[in-house]
């Protein structure tokens, strides 16, 4: 079992693992390395065309990228995050503040990472440590498995365009009274 420190040195220099996030099992990658973006996409076998969602430890985060937000979505990100809702600013960029508490830790240690769910293109996503190494074996430079079964729903999908938000994706979050 690694410890924290050791999984963000992985990451930091170009590792890829596989670990628990808020919603699933992740495939996790540093997001501004593009190595390390292309072998989960290898690993993943997921052509480029289908953008990843970045993991962010912040608000803040999102200048990394470039986004900058009107006061009218920022005031919903404050509503919504940390939380399981994943957000669109384009179509090739979409975020989400977790709410877990070792994954904001590890997110501030390694900067922003990619996390799709553990499984090749059209396979159920990992709900298991298990079910992650059947999937990727000795590809994956480290496993952490927080000991349950993680067979929730991926994070509810939005866009988000001067306070106006548009659900792509129906997932774990149910948006009220926003």
Do not use: C
């Not at 930091?12 to 596989?18: A, D, H, L, S």
């Amino acid at each position: 079992m690694k410890n924290e420190k050791e999984i963000a040195h992985i990451l930091k220099t170009g590792g890829v693992g596989v670990i628990p996030t808020d919603t699933l099992y992740g495939l996790v990658a540093q997001a501004l390395d593009k190595k390390a973006v292309t072998r989960v996409r290898r690993l993943k076998s997921r052509g480029p065309s289908k953008p990843f969602i970045i993991l962010i430890s912040s608000i803040r985060d999102l200048e990394k990228f470039k986004i900058k937000l009107d006061p009218e979505s920022k005031k919903i990100l404050t509503k919504i995050w940390p939380g399981p809702v994943s957000v669109a600013f384009n179509k090739k960029l979409s975020f989400r503040l977790p709410k877990n508490k070792f994954l904001n830790e590890l997110i501030k240690k390694t900067g922003p990472l990619i996390a799709p769910s553990a499984n090749p293109e059209g396979s159920p996503p990992a709900s298991t440590i298990s079910d992650a190494r059947n999937y990727f074996g000795t590809k994956i430079d480290f496993y952490l498995s927080n000991g349950k079964k993680l067979a929730g729903q991926p994070s509810t999908l939005i866009s988000l365009k001067k306070g106006q938000i548009e659900i792509l994706r129906y997932g774990k979050y149910k948006l009220r009274g926003i």
